[in-house]
């Protein structure tokens, strides 16, 4: 099963609890975090996104949050571009089914822990219903209705612009970016540098995965507001994702000493995880669950629990975490997601498949669409080639459309195509990642597509990098044993074949085999 592909969790948990006390010249931000967005929306008709009076129309020109039928003709020619591509295969009925799904018929969902998913939408998850601070009414109609009767409320255009990229993030809808972007406009152009906006920038480019303009934006929005959650969420976010991991840490401590809090806590967790410091991570988590009140926080931490003991290979314990965060939330996808992944590690194929054949029919991105894949490849049933060649192929088609939405997408390419698509293709998104950013996720991105294009020699380096930091990453030390096992460095290949197989055994079924495979001619060829 492949691995989560976008490093940068949302939210992850440190060791101080209970909010920050700001300056007091600085009123406290609205309290917000990972707690799920509501089970049920009011949903908003798709081209009614412009929630100024006719004056205000009239007064300002186009307007910033989408004007009648625009989004939705972008959004109605997006879907039919891409039927017109697919309509002479066999898939173009599912590839419809999945441009449906991607503009509003996805159950919205919480953010996975080092998956943007491989949907790759990182950065600061805000829930549409805590953007005012908890009070009701705060959903994205709502929050129109209210801009219609009050259209300079800077705040108010600042809240809708983080309702349309939360609604992106959790529903897999890259459409709503430009939304989002001319609605976070609106709010600067009526309030110039107010940090609301900016910090709804700075979310925004992460979630395109520009992770430079998202610390751009997130800087700027600290220069107004130093106490700002979301600004200082965002900046750990795009530190981390542009490799720079010394900076990442640092930014953390100063955001945990400012505003301590569930979205906070975990950024600090995931940043010492990846440094090698599983220990320190395990316990930030387990004190951010036994703080958790809300049932939205409660399944974030135990997802995020159950994944960092998964990558671990201690299913029993992941599968305990994933229960409690369904016990708090039974539709909240990534614990789904997450215990399917275990259901497959511990042996479970049956439950596997099912989970994750829930999970993409509600919210089908590409981390999960080639899980998914991989387990039909595996349990091999009649049919199920079929099956699996479908999951890949709506990869692409998720791809096509969040780069429509402005989503860069190059690691989400590569990462899916290097085993399960064109192999050129993969590098080429690899490479073009590469140069603008080095993470350890990039840098085993690279490796593996250099080497799935016969260019073993030159992915070695880049192989090397990625297990540099300490993360332990069963898929990396994988990568890196097959890569060194194709470069003759048996002795380097057999270690780190082991330490994959003896990290995490079910890191990935087709993987995994492989591993077990290539590690048992070595022992032969002894």
Known sequence: MARRDDPTPPDRGHHATGPA?????????PEHGPADPPREHHREHPHDDTPAAPAEREADGPQDGTGEGVDGAVADGRVAATGRRRRRGPLAGLVVLLAVAMTGGALAVGAGRDGHEAAGLTGGAVTPELLAGGSPGTDITSLQARLRVRPKDHAGWAALGLAYVEEARTKGDPS?????????ARSLKLAPGNDQALAGRAALAAARHDFAGALTHADQALEQNPYSERALSSRIDALVELGRYDEASEAADTADARRPGVPVFTRYAYVRELRGDVTTAHRVLEQALAAATSRGDIAYVGTQLGQLTWNQGDYKA??????????ADDGYLPALEGRAR??????DLTGAVRDLEDVVSRYPLPGPLVA????YEVRAAVGDRAKARNQYALVDAWIALARAGGVN???DMALAAADHGDAGAALRAARAEWARRHTVHTADALAWALHRNGHAREALPYARQATATGYRNAAFLYHRGMIEHATGHTDAARTHLTAALKLNPGFSPLGARTARTTLKSLETAR
């Open 342 to 347: 275990a259901r497959a590690a511990s042996g």
């Open 409 to 411: 997408a190059d690691l």
């Open 21 to 29: 006390t700001p300056s007091e010249d600085r009123p406290a931000e």
């Open 372 to 375: 998914l894949g991989e387990l």
């Open 318 to 327: 992941a599968l305990g975490h994933y229960a409690r965060a369904l016990a």
């Open 176 to 184: 709503r970016y430009p939304q989002a972007e001319r609605a976070l």
